[in-house]
């Protein structure tokens, strides 16, 4: 999920643990540790030369149980020593600040495994990416009631009965909306599946997942023998199934027997993926999880893609651009859409 989503989400973790004995405090410190798992986009560049190392980097091992548990012991002993110190003397306990961070730090790549770009939880036993794609990367409408009862209880002291009222129903709203989402996502697989049936395309596999900022328009693309089809879906289409299905070549100008990192990018995007040559020693990437809604017939239109171009006997990239003019103009097409046909 996106920054302010996993502050918030920190930040309720710390307000449960410690809000009675610091107050508004707990709401910093659970916040602040609801953020240290990205940060591995920024240790990943310092670790890596490589930008496809270091983009893979990201919900790695910073985002595993393993990295979770070790990761409380030390932020939690060192707040403990930092901050029981004069009158806070005797305030809090070192395993008080462990389950702050425990519990701040566990929240967030269990949140992120909802999203379609994959989580490593169990790294480094294992890379597999947990995914189950029931709602975007940023959906306000799992953020904002939170946020709301989180500033909410800022007003109340830490003793009060009203702010455990606030905070059981941030997280009651936020959990409901989780819930429905799941439920949502098993009617538009059954919805994507019934489509691709009655146009008599035999998918070997397919994956949907919603488009950003709403739970309501989705994307879903299948793999046959010989091509990607893809197609878009909303709630509020009058014939109840996924339309304008488009086929996508399956293209692949470097395999993965190439280089190991094309192999390590399938995987990646869950191997809809594209490859196409664009220069000498250049090649584009596409991940074909992400499309531009209204691509037209380009095959080269997913709205995650980059450069790939040789370098020291392997692959490195050149950083992502979006493909679309501006940000207003990605969610009016998103708007436009979402609104049915």
């Known amino acids: 999920m996106d920054s302010l989503t996993q502050i918030v989400l920190g930040a309720a973790c710390g307000e449960a643990v410690l809000g009675k004995k610091i107050g508004n405090k707990a709401l910093l410190f659970g916040g602040i540790g609801g953020t240290i798992p ?23 091992f910073m985002h595993s149980i393993c990295f979770t548990v070790v990761a409380a012991l030390l932020f939690g002993w060192l707040t403990f020593k930092l901050y029981n110190t004069g009158n806070r003397l005797y305030d809090t306990t070192a395993k008080n600040w462990i389950s702050l961070y425990f519990w701040a730090l566990l929240t967030h790549p269990i949140l992120d495994c909802f999203t379609p770009y994959g989580t490593q939880l169990f790294a480094p036993f294992s890379n597999y990416r947990v995914a189950f794609n029931n709602i975007a990367v940023a959906d306000p409408f799992y953020t904002l009631p939170f946020l709301i009862c989180l500033i909410a209880l800022l007003f109340y002291k830490r003793t009060s009965h009203k702010r455990h009222l606030w905070l059981k129903s941030g997280l009651i709203m936020s959990s409901v909306y989780m819930l429905l989402t799941l439920g949502n996502k098993l009617y538009i697989d059954s919805i994507f599946k019934r489509s691709l049936k009655e146009q008599e395309i035999n998918a070997l596999r397919f994956s949907t997942q919603p488009t950003l900022l709403n739970n309501i328009l989705w994307y879903g693309i299948a793999e046959t023998e010989t091509y990607y089809i893809v197609a878009d879906f909303s709630l ?106």
């Not at 310092?46 to 919900?59: C, G, S, T, V, W």
């Not at 488009?246 to 470097?254: A, R, T, V, W």
Request: aromatic content about 16%.
């Open 236 to 341: 509020f289409d009058t014939k109840h199934r996924f339309l304008d299905f488009k086929k996508i070549p399956k293209q692949l100008d470097l395999k993965e027997s190439d280089y190991l990192d094309v192999k390590k990018l399938a995987s990646f995007s869950n191997h809809y993926y594209s490859i196409y040559k664009e220069e000498e020693n250049g090649y584009e990437y596409n991940d074909l999880r992400y499309p531009i809604l209204e691509s037209g017939q380009n095959p080269k239109s997913s709205v995650f893609s980059f450069l790939l171009y040789k370098e020291n006997n392997r692959l490195n990239m050149r950083p992502f651009e979006p493909k679309f003019d501006s940000l207003s103009d990605a969610l009016n097409k998103i708007w436009t859409r979402l609104k049915g046909k």
């Open 38 to 60: 990205d940060l591995d986009v920024f240790i990943g560049n310092l670790i890596y030369e490589n930008k496809i190392d270091a983009m893979l980097y990201h919900r790695g």
